[in-house]
């Protein structure tokens, strides 16, 4: 097996890769966006007021490098207070965080919770509800069209290669 053939396979099996990978994370995006439309359609409102800011180095729970963690630098994680339908306030730090923040101390918010389950609450924001699914749907967009266009082009190669014939194609040399 010549050089070219080989490294001709490595590369599809590349692109192929790619194309598994991206379409996973489209799926995972999917399913993460069908649970927040899902959330969204059955959870209760409510007024609620950012009452604190929660500075968390994004690799706290990790054991990188000390280099790591300066250069992501520390985000905050909005507290908010809300009072359910049924007159008992809670109190939440929201699953998402920004640098800069995206709230500030005093900001008033729609607070998104379960009836039965208030302690699982979220701001009804775009940070909240859509960050994840966009990340995973974009880059396995992105991941899945690199992989195809290597794929196409690739076939468009071996199709125009002497020696090679397509299917329905006439033969080199021969008068189509």
């Known amino acids: 097996m010549n050089k070219q053939v080989r490294d001709a396979k490595i590369l599809r099996r590349i692109a192929w890769a790619f194309i598994a990978f991206g379409t996973l994370f489209v799926g995972i995006g999917g399913a993460v966006a069908v649970d927040s439309a899902s959330y969204l359609s059955s959870a209760e409102r409510a007024p609620g007021t950012v009452v604190d ?76 509800l859509w960050l994840l699914p966009v990340i995973f749907g974009g880059l396995g967009s992105v991941f899945a069209a690199v992989g195809t266009v290597i794929v196409v082009v690739m076939r468009k190669k071996a199709r125009a290669a002497p020696g090679s014939v397509a299917l329905g194609s006439a033969a080199p040399g021969s008068a189509a």
């Open 53 to 128: 800011l929660e500075w968390r180095s994004s690799h706290s729970h990790s054991s990188g490098s000390s280099r790591n963690r300066q250069s992501s630098g520390p985000s905050a994680y909005p507290v908010i207070a809300f009072t359910a339908k049924d007159g008992e306030k809670h109190t939440f730090r929201d699953s998402s965080g920004s640098n800069p923040p995206a709230y500030e101390v005093g900001e008033r918010v729609e607070v998104l919770y379960r009836a039965d389950s208030p302690e699982d609450a979220r701001i009804n924001g775009f940070l909240s």
